[in-house]
């Protein structure tokens, strides 16, 4: 019998030491580009905030932490960087560098935290930020992106669309093109493959209907989907003129992925959320009604083994 315990005491240990030396996403915010609370917004969304929820709401980013060689990936450059990258280290105990910066476009959520890596923060020297052409383009002409590159505070890296790039040995990841606003980069999801799974990462589109891929094809072919949940629906944004800021409404999305089996709607992770989204709340009615149709939501601090 104690021979049993301790043989089942190694096996646990060792399932454990293997966990411990995965590599994962770590969801760093599910909020979009404008933060909540949002500037300007009088609404009991933004004005009844506890500390708490100010504290796990950010703007949308995920981190590649890869354990076994003690150094992480971001996937955008959020306005909340700082307090991100904070929490990197809290997770890992100080104990991983930042490798690289991986973004989508050039929309002020996604890529205005690499000001924090000039001279007047950081001072970070030569951190890879993988874009693609417009965006690079974009970054080196215009100021003050461009400081970033002459001081050598990044080192811009080129993608090309549906090419993978090997990151690191326990990294690969490929980019797709979207349709979404366009005004200074192309807009891009990312494919992110761990050693074992893989994510889809698009948390901007226009709309499904726009684009000349299909959504349930690239559901089978990954593990998890963080797609762009921005609004619940129209009567979320009676404020606004949808047509400036398109994007699939999240019921737009269940039902078009509605005929799925229960195990591929599992693998969507909705994020990039507005400050006027009630699946922010995860004790809202709403965030209830997306569980049950069989769809998740992102959360800060949510960990997916790769």
Same mark, same amino acid.
Request: net charge neutral.
């Given at each position: ?19 411990? *030396? ?76 930042? *490798? ?16 924090? &890596? ?29 400081? &970033? ?11 090309? *669309? ?89 019921? *737009? ?54």
């Amino acid at each position: 019998m104690i021979r049993l315990i301790i043989l089942f005491k190694f096996f646990f240990y060792s399932i454990f030491l293997s966990a411990q *030396e995965e590599s994962f996403l770590l969801v760093l915010g599910n909020v979009q580009d404008g933060g909540i609370p949002h500037i300007a917004c009088k609404k009991d969304c933004c004005m009844s905030l506890t500390e708490k929820e100010k504290r796990v709401l950010k703007i949308t980013s995920l981190a590649f932490v890869d354990k076994s060689e003690s150094k992480h990936y971001l996937f955008e450059a959020s306005t909340d960087i700082t307090d991100q990258l904070n929490f990197l280290d809290q997770i890992t105990g100080n104990k991983s560098k930042l *490798e690289g910066i991986f973004l989508t476009h050039a929309h002020m959520g996604h890529y205005s935290g690499l000001l924090q &890596l000039g001279r007047e923060a950081m001072g970070a020297k030569n951190i890879p930020v993988y874009v693609m052409p417009k965006m690079s383009e974009f970054l080196k002409s215009n100021a003050p992106w461009s400081q &970033l590159v002459s001081l050598n505070n990044i080192k811009l890296k080129s993608l090309a *669309e549906n090419q993978s790039m090997r990151v690191s040995n326990q990294l690969h990841v490929s980019s797709i093109i979207v349709p979404h606003r366009d005004e200074f980069s192309e807009t891009v999801g990312f494919f992110i493959k761990g050693q074992r799974k893989t994510a889809f990462f698009l948390p901007d589109i226009d709309k499904w209907g726009k684009w000349d891929q299909s959504l349930k094809n690239i559901l089978e072919k990954v593990d998890y989907a963080f797609l762009d949940g921005t609004f619940f629906d129209s009567a979320e944004i009676n404020y606004r003129d949808i047509s400036e800021i398109p994007h699939p409404f999240v019921i *737009e999305t269940i039902d078009h992925l509605s005929s799925l089996p229960l195990k591929e709607r599992k693998k969507v992770f909705f994020i990039h959320m507005n400050h006027t989204n009630g699946m922010l709340n995860p004790d809202s009615q709403i965030s209830k009604e997306v569980l049950s149709k069989g769809f998740q939501i992102a959360r800060y601090g949510m960990q997916f083994p790769l």
